[in-house]
């Protein structure tokens, strides 16, 4: 009967039995069942510290968090005694403080730690030579993939698993449902899979890394959750992050117990304000579950496009530029969900101008779009390879045909896996803007849409420059991304600094450096119209000097090598 199970799991996925068998050994069992059940003991013991004991210097222990006597103003409960002399104890609170424990421990544990046995393991598996031996296996890129996901944190679900009795006991007797406790569960399993999906992708393109990339990618993941956990409600679209915590659904797990939230953890993060579109989804447990199944289901998906794309062959472009039309749109209307909200006061009133307000939250968008664009450019930018096979054949046949403009070189750069990307990071641009120039022109203030659609063209501007200096560093021939991401973050964070450095001395005219930051739109209020405009000038000129050199390096790597040979012997 074990032998037909085993076997059955080994043609359902070979990758996973392979993972299976080389962690679930006896001496890895016992230390991930002692590891779980010390740390349930010891938090237990920890837990019951906190309850009176009735010893204090200078007499009997009158007040604590967990007894149940008046509340006063700034302070704890006082402790009552029963008839026999014991405190009369909340163990409905004290019970819900553990589960709260256990869940925010359970979400970091299983989210970081996952992550980078997840990465480690890729980046093992490169250094032995055996992930290419496994990407010539006739399985599918899914099907290692998921074994990959199900087997390679096998002993961190264990321990998990282990944890679940004792989870469920103390949300139970703090008066949640299970309903609501199962709700948790599903939304922790999305951000685990989401998490995990990025984990993998991101081993798979920063493999130049080497053995740092599992302590970076689980760094980043770790500040992450740090900020979307922690971070209050403020109107604004990095509101946005509170989604990638599944932390954010303890908030209401507390709330349905009754208890004064006033003691409790995450009560100031307000997350009840949440809106999206105007509409107040963070008044329903029921919307703010639907609203994060909806983003880590969506960012999934794209993490797996791009796995699908970039397991087989690592050496292709992370997206196909059809896929990063539909993602631009995708990201686009999930931001500006958040961007679109208003704060209002005791009265019902909008905010005074010191809140935040929509054209602040505009300008939030750009920063957010600017991120997007970056990690765009590295997706889209083919390697040098596919550059100059494109330049030597596809080009010119492009080029020889009629109706240019309908079928020939335009439909290539628009669509084509081996083309240049600026054309398609262009019309990415293009779907930006069809969201935002709008809103600027009709949603904004009159004083403000002016600045706006002026920061928005500076915007453009230079993540069109970012591309191109990207297509250049590619056709140096190199064949590591580090060049292209370590250019990049120079020419993005050099100027940043710099500005903010001169800033504290002569704040007034550091403006016009200010337009070539993605902080433009930080200064374009300030800034003259004269600066703006040779701003925007000087901006134009040097892209117009990237795209002809770009040009004239992909006429070269066209070249046959034999025209290139004569040449030399000439």
Known sequence: MKLNWLERLGDWNPQLMRELKGRLKPRNLLIAGTISLVGQFLLLLLAQAQLPNGIRIGGIDDQNKYCTGNLVEYSLPTCLQDTLGNFVINWQLWWLELFVYLSVIGIFALIVVGTYLLISDLAHEERRGTLNFIRLSPQSPENILVGKLLGVPILLYLVAVLAVPLHLWAGIAAQISLILILSFYGVLIAACFFFYSAALLFGLVSSWLGGFQAWLGSGGVLILLCIASFKRIFNIPFDWLNLFSPSLIIHYLIAATGLNPKLLLFSYLFIHDLQWFYLPVGVSTLIVVSLLALNYGLWTYWCWQALKRRFPNSTKAILSKQQSYLLVVCFQVMSLGFALQWVFDD????????????????????????????????????????????????????????????????????????????????????????????????????????????????????????????????????????????????????PTFIYGFLSFLAPQKMAGLALFTPFAWAAIESASTTTVFLSLLVQWGILTLLTLQITRQLRKAGESTSIALFAANR
């Open 347 to 494: 009265g019902g009133s909008p905010t005074n101008p010191g809140e935040p307000t929509l054209y602040f939250n505009f300008n939030c968008l750009l920063l957010l779009g600017t991120l997007l664009f970056l990690g765009l450019t590295v997706a889209l930018t083919p390697p040098y390879q596919s550059l100059q096979d494109w330049a030597r054949y596809g080009r010119k046949q492009g080029s020889s045909r009629k109706n240019f403009w309908n079928k020939a070189l335009v439909q290539d750069l628009i669509w084509g896996e081996k083309s240049p990307a600026i054309v398609a990071i262009a019309l990415n641009l293009i779907i930006t803007a069809t969201f935002l120039a709008p809103w600027a022109m009709f949603g904004l203030e009159e004083q403000y849409k002016v600045p706006a659609l002026l920061s928005l063209l500076i915007s453009f501007n230079l993540i069109l420059i970012y591309a191109a200096i990207a297509h250049l560093i590619v056709l140096r021939r190199t064949q590591k991304q580090i060049w292209v991401v370590g250019t990049l973050s120079a020419v993005v964070l050099l």
